[in-house]
């Protein structure tokens, strides 16, 4: 995190969040004033040192703004007097989009489960089993000998037997109970009863027409700052209930050479920098899944073969008015 | 190829700002601590380069 803050006609303030940066390099390349520096983030990605990823030389920035803007991760931010420039009109604005529509979500919890930043809440409400099942069960405790087979073999762990040194001198006398909001009367326990004192009724099959369908409710929602939008949860949704728009369009690719190869396991720096889980090393080489790339640039960088190249051919960057914003915008369009 | 290191830009992992990442770095085991001092084990380097690109001395290159 750093804070460059100056006072002239106008109250200017620059913050880096840490927290959000994944390291891309993106306000580095764009910086007009050549400010910023990016980091070590093979080895910060690895935990191997604790470094911030982008530091600052507040000498030579000029707070433009410039990397805030193009920041597509909400790391970077420039306040002018008290206002961000994401909500100003004449600055450039991101139109990507990560949402879940709640309508649609049948909380199954993949994306939650999936998402390589943990940039979705995720909260869910099933209903109580015994409202999806019927039956009665009896224990006759005259002939129970506390054997502890139902309770050991209950698969929805609703028999408990308990020794209470205050009633009973011998710890073979036990009180058996049955949680009935936990027993789905599947009859484990009457089968393995070496004393028949248990009884079972299932009636869930022949009652069915009574079981309501279950209402599942939760939330799930995204962090817009912790998504990298690289659409593993859109991706995984069996429903189609998320949207994300990537911030650039483009290929990324590797290209080996006579002289230069991928390491592959042995260096996996590409993985390891990826904030979108998007690189896996098949037969020793680094493979990048296209699908969940979200072209941040990341792995470019890391890489120490220098063999992997990024060709954006469009962002989402939009409302970029002036021209000398643009020529330094437009860098991130060019090929490496 | 293997890597060198310049002796006289290599902290020696006490003068250097990292502790000595290149032997923190080096997943092959090819760059250990002896002697409170970096040794290269040139049969396990796999010419990664993770070690010359992160040498915050720029003390690493190739051999």
Known sequence: MFKVERKGEEFRILTHNNEYCIGCGICVKVCPS???????????????????????????????????????????????????????????????????????????????????????????????????????????????????????????QAIFLKYDNEYFQSKLDNTISVNRDKCIYCGVCKRICPEGAIKVICSTCTESDEIKDPIIEGKAYIIDNNCVNCTWCMNVCPVDAIDIVKPFKGIIEMIETEEVKC?????????????????????????????????????????????????RKSMQLKNIESLSWKEYLNKLLEKN | MVVKIDQDLCGHIDNCPMNGLCVKICEQGALIEEDNDVKIISEKCDDCNLCIQNCPNQAISKA
């Open chain 1, 34 to 156: 050549k400010s910023l520096r990016l980091g070590p983030i093979v080895p910060i990605a690895r935990g191997l040192i604790d470094m911030e990823l982008v530091s600052i030389n507040e000498a030579t920035c000029v707070l433009c703004g410039l990397c805030a803007a193009a920041c597509p991760f909400n790391s970077l931010s420039l306040i002018i007097n008290g206002e961000s420039i994401t909500k100003l009109s004449n600055y450039p604005k991101w139109d990507i989009l990560s949402i879940i529509n709640e309508e649609k979500c049948i909380y199954c919890k993949r994306c939650y489960i999936a998402c390589p930043r943990e940039a979705i809440i995720f909260e869910r409400y099933l209903p109580n089993s015994k409202d999806l099942v019927r039956g009665q069960i009896f224990i006759d405790e005259d002939n129970c000998i506390y054997c502890r087979m139902c309770e050991e073999m209950c698969p929805s």
């Open chain 1, 263 to 311: 390491k592959g396991d042995a260096c996996h720096a590409c993985k390891d920098v990826c904030p979108c889980n998007a690189v896996e090393i098949i037969d020793n080489k680094a493979f990048t899944d296209p699908e969940f790339c979200n072209l941040c640039g990341a792995c470019i960088n890391a890489c120490p073969q220098h063999i992997r190249y990024l060709n």
